[in-house]
């Protein structure tokens, strides 16, 4: 499965978007870009997912580069709630094993 | 409708004692996972089903470590003569399929502290 790189923190003001990108560049034609998040002390939760084309969902967008070898993951409206750990990865194996690297600590302060 | 559900979410036990740890997917999903995170540590995949079978085991940290699921349903993650490094919170995760492009639906997890 491709590697990914992330910042290790961002932060964002309540109210606006958070963009979190990530980097996939030995991304193949077949392996999908899935994020999750983890809440603190919760399980990890599904956010969205892509193969090749953007996304968009009732939490976020995925924006693909045209090349796919970044892309970002956009909250519109970045809450308090969202401040979390979030992970991009990238999966190719056909049982959909998820391997979560450091991911990005994001802080949505007021 | 119900999500996934672990129990205990905590537990507390000693060295050398062996330990369950259960796992309620949801209702119709066929995969199910197995994760751990240590303190400090990332995600680690340890197992996954299909159905009741587990085709690949090699996560599994040591021959220590054991899990079976019945009925397609209800799995359990077993950990005998519990070392320390066994610490850990547990998570586990089900979803419809076992593919890639299948969001993963994790439970709460379990704490699992080795004094």
């Known amino acids: 499965d491709a590697k990914t790189t992330q910042p290790t923190s961002m932060d964002c003001a309540e109210g606006r978007a958070a963009n979190l990108p990530c980097n996939h560049s030995t991304i193949s034609g077949n392996e999908y870009v899935y994020w999750y998040r983890q809440i603190h002390s919760q399980g990890p939760q599904y956010i969205i997912h892509g193969l090749k084309n953007n996304e968009t969902n009732e939490m976020a967008y995925l924006i693909f580069t045209e090349d796919r070898k970044s892309s970002t993951l956009i909250l519109p409206h970045a809450t308090l709630r969202d401040t979390a750990v979030y992970y991009c990865i990238v999966i190719g194996t056909s049982y959909g094993k998820l391997t979560f690297g450091q991911g990005t600590i994001l802080t949505v302060h007021p | 409708g119900a999500g996934v559900s672990q129990s205990p979410s905590n537990k507390v036990t000693e060295k050398g004692k062996d330990v369950e740890l259960r796992c309620d997917p949801i209702s119709g999903h066929t995969a199910l996972y197995w994760y751990r995170q240590s303190l400090g540590q990332g995600l680690e995949f340890l197992i996954y089903?299909?159905?009741?079978?587990?085709?690949?085991k090699s996560g599994l940290p040591s021959d220590r470590f054991s899990a079976e699921r019945t009925g397609g349903s209800v799995s359990t993650l077993t950990i005998q003569r519990t070392q320390q490094e066994d610490s850990a919170v547990y998570l586990c995760a089900s979803s419809l399929i076992v593919r890639a492009g299948n969001e993963q639906y994790f439970g709460p997890g379990t704490r699992l502290t080795v004094t």
């Open positions: 089903f299909q159905g009741n079978s587990a085709p690949d």
